[in-house]
């Protein structure tokens, strides 16, 4: 096995609020010091993500664990596993991605129905526990997602947190081949993911967006229609033109901003899916109740993803059917980094590689 560092680079939020450290002091859970089902990894690479600058600088009501490790989007290595660890799906050596869901007990109801994201034991990645800004970094045998071949641990660590949200929004619209969906913000982070994985279920696409590179972007991706939100002057009666009248089967909402919730139950046709996956803050959905009722529309919140649905995403990627536009940068980088994403200017996804 290879030697295991004591101390470690990473990247340390030493007080809410305070500014993100790249330190070489940190502590490494030694291999004799890991608990039966926790393993050891030695991370490539992870994402940055704008949850990380949320954590970071404590914008949320339930406060992060301090001092923290961010980053909630890594791969890595398996470098070693707990003691009298029985039934592991993993081994050492092991190519695994680490998800916002780091740990959830799989014994409570919300993970015996399937919604592990809803643990009521959960720990979250660079939030409740140590995250991915980090060389070495401790997980559970059971939570991490094994990475086939036929992917680079830059992409997979994007498809791990983007992907796997707007995956399981789709999978879980239940929306059939040749069905149309909506994808409002479809140029962004998650959007541009979502095209894709619409398009390996066999869906028709009508992303909509703004700018010339944003629509060349959603073409290039195999969206079938493309509307401007900022030059279009009805997006719903746009919507049903191009669906030949009855609007929509789908929407896949991962904009931030509220008017994308309440358009959608407008160009729905009968028996529509709103998936509502987009978090803007403080924002309510203003939906008509009566065409809600009317038309059958079914609004559906659908957050992050299980340990099925990651396992589901990266193969889908692996096998060459989504591509993740990313930049590669040094761990050292993630301040600046941060402030790139705070003032608008990353176009696709940021990989810090350690
Ligand atoms: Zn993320
Ligand atoms: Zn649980």
């Not at 972007?217 to 002057?233: N, P």
Request: with cysteine.
């Amino acid at each position: 096995m290879a030697s295991i560092p004591k101390v470690q680079r990473a990247a340390v939020v030493q007080s809410t609020g305070s500014a993100v450290e790249v330190r070489d002091d940190y502590p490494v859970k030694q291999p004799d010091e890991l608990a039966p089902g926790e393993c050891l990894i030695r991370l490539h690479c992870t994402g940055v993500c704008h949850t990380d600058l949320h954590a970071a600088k404590g914008d949320w009501p339930v406060p992060p664990k301090v001092p923290l490790v961010g980053g909630h989007e890594g791969v890595g290595e398996i470098v070693a596993i707990g003691k009298n660890t029985s039934n592991s799906p993993v081994k050492v050596g092991d190519r695994v991605g680490i998800k916002w869901i780091a740990y959830s007990c799989l014994n409570c109801e919300n993970c015996l129905k399937g919604l592990e994201q809803n643990c009521a034991n959960v720990k979250l990645s660079g939030y409740t526990t140590d995250g991915t800004f980090c060389q070495y970094l401790v997980s559970w045998v059971n939570c991490v997602t094994p990475v086939p071949d036929g992917i680079d641990s830059e992409a997979a660590a994007s498809i791990l947190c983007a992907g796997v949200t707007v995956y399981r929004a789709l999978k879980y619209s239940q929306s059939l081949p040749h069905e149309w969906v909506v994808l409002p913000g479809a140029g962004g982070g998650l959007g541009h993911l979502a095209i894709q994985y619409a398009k390996h279920f066999g869906l028709r696409v009508i992303a909509i967006d703004t700018g010339e590179e944003k629509r060349q972007l959603c073409e290039k991706l195999g969206a079938d229609a493309w509307i401007d939100f900022k030059t279009s002057s009805d997006i719903v009666a746009d919507v049903k033109k191009i669906t030949g009248g009855p609007g929509a089967h789908a929407a896949v909402v991962t904009a931030a901003s509220p008017s994308g919730y309440t358009q959608a139950v407008d160009y729905l046709r009968e028996g529509g899916r709103l998936m509502a996956v987009g978090l803007p803050a403080d924002a309510k959905l203003e939906a008509s109740i009566f065409f809600t009722v009317f038309k059958n529309i079914q609004i559906i919140g659908s957050y992050v993803g299980n340990r099925q649905d990651a396992v589901e995403a990266v193969r889908i990627a692996a096998a060459g059917k989504v591509k993740v536009y990313y930049a590669s940068k040094p761990l050292s980088q993630l301040t600046q980094t941060y402030e790139d994403m705070s003032q608008g200017k990353i176009a696709g996804r940021v990989i810090l590689t350690m």
